[in-house]
T-cell receptor, first 112, second 113 residues
Framework: QKEVEQNSGPLSVPEGAIASLNCTYSDRGSQSFFWYRQYSGKSPELIMSIYSNGDKEDGRFTAQLNKASQYVSLLIRDSQPSDSATYLCAVKGGTGGFKTIFGAGTRLFVKA | KAGVTQTPRYLIKTRGQQVTLSCSPISGHRSVSWYQQTPGQGLQFLFEYFSETQRNKGNFPGRFSGRQFSNSRSEMNVSTLELGDSALYLC????????????FGSGTRLTVV
């Protein structure tokens, strides 16, 4: 079992729709959870972080965490073509210490 | 505020050679992590340095090594290069506590021929 799992996609949504990206992790002791966005040919960029159960909203982005289910998600409301990228889920803490483990990423396409 | 600086941006090396990559983190950040990114394997953790000490290490062979200097700049070295080492090597800077995410550099694209 991979430490951090994501559907590779691609996930295709129409412009203006809600994109839902999901991630599961295996280490129950994990403490910090992140979402990064990576455009083709660019480096990953941190867009959201979440540390406690529940929802965290930042503009059009909402991160959701459920530690009991070991599940993290990212919702993108009013999706725009500029949101088309690969989204990486990352988990830090637990038995990995300060090491951050990344999922393989989900490719998102937003159709105009 | 300057970002994370990685040099060089591109490298072409021959099998068997060695290579050194450099990373200057954001001013004030004490943690530098290195990742290898390939299309098939995604982002794979190499190692993390905090205040000149290696705090975590990934599952890479001993040919991969690194160090951090007192000014937090870090270098990674790969000896006896293999074709499979061709990848994008990313440096990630953070303050060093568990609650902070990373700021990545632009990466070094290494091609081994």
């Amino acid at each position: 079992q991979k430490e951090v799992e994501q559907n590779s996609g691609p996930l295709s949504v129409p412009e203006g729709a809600i994109a839902s990206l999901n991630c599961t992790y295996s280490d129950r002791g994990s403490q910090s959870f992140f979402w990064y966005r990576q455009y083709s040919g660019k480096s990953p960029e941190l867009i959201m972080s979440i540390y406690s159960n529940g929802d965290k909203e930042d503009g059009r982005f909402t991160a959701q965490l459920n530690k009991a289910s070991q599940y993290v998600s990212l919702l993108i409301r009013d999706s725009q073509p500029s949101d088309s990228a690969t989204y990486l889920c990352a988990v830090k803490g637990g038995t990995g210490g300060f090491k951050t483990i990344f999922g393989a990423g989900t490719r998102l396409f937003v159709k105009a | 505020k300057a970002g994370v600086t990685q040099t060089p941006r591109y490298l072409i090396k021959t099998r068997g050679q060695q290579v050194t990559l450099s990373c200057s983190p954001i001013s004030g950040h004490r943690s530098v992590s290195w990742y290898q990114q390939t299309p098939g394997q995604g982002l794979q953790f190499l190692f993390e340095y905090f205040s000149e000490t290696q705090r975590n290490k990934g599952n890479f062979p001993g040919r991969f090594s690194g160090r951090q200097f007192s000014n937090s700049r870090s270098e990674m070295n790969v000896s006896t290069l293999e074709l499979g080492d061709s990848a994008l090597y990313l440096c990630a800077s953070s303050p060093g506590t568990a609650s902070y995410g990373y700021t990545f550099g632009s990466g070094t694209r290494l091609t081994v021929v």
